[in-house]
């Protein structure tokens, strides 16, 4: 099992970045992927979750209205589709797969700098 992530890369405040995570070793049809964050000197921050290619998505109140999560099951890859980004958005963006009760697999994530 393998997920990679990227897309990240600096952007101005209101801008737009596409993440994506492209999955190996198992089908998206089949699972919960999640997009969580890091931001500097802060913990983990779950963000968005989507279950069996997109059957259902689910966003924190943080960037719910502003990112959207979606897959594409043949190519097997993940999105996180950003718009009208924050500073506070500034983080290292991680997909990881979901299982009962948290994550099995992480990617090693991908930076987003939202800065003027």
């Known amino acids: 099992v393998q997920l990679v992530e990227s897309g990240g890369g600096l952007v101005q405040p209101g801008g737009s970045l596409r993440l994506s995570c492209a999955a190996s070793g198992f089908t998206l049809r089949a699972v919960y992927m999640h997009w969580v964050r890091q931001s500097p000197g802060k913990g983990l921050e779950w963000i968005s979750t989507?279950?069996?290619?997109?059957?259902?998505?689910y966003y924190s109140d943080s960037v719910k209205g502003r990112f959207a999560i979606s897959a594409d099951t043949d190519k097997n890859i993940v999105y996180l589709q950003m718009n009208n980004l924050k500073p506070d958005d500034t983080a290292v963006y991680y997909c990881a797969r979901g299982i009962v009760g948290g994550s099995d697999y992480w990617g090693k994530g991908t930076q987003v700098t939202v800065s003027s």
């Open positions: 989507l279950r069996s290619g997109a059957v259902e998505t």
